[in-house]
């Protein structure tokens, strides 16, 4: 595996395991992710990806069982 498909299938895990998502989820190749957020570490560049698209944390109250 090249270091470019290393750096995709890691930035595709890191937004799966936050978010639920994955590139194909939202409509985006790996190349594309790479340009557009290349320059960014992975998770600076999941948190700007969720921040710009307004996406919920899994971890978030929001997907959390409420207590009865």
Known sequence: MSNIEIRISEAELLLKQRYGVSFADIGIEGEEWLDRFGDLSLADAVDAYAAKYD????TSAA??????
């Open 63 to 68: 997907f959390s069982p409420s207590s009865k």
């Open 55 to 58: 996406l919920t944390p899994l």
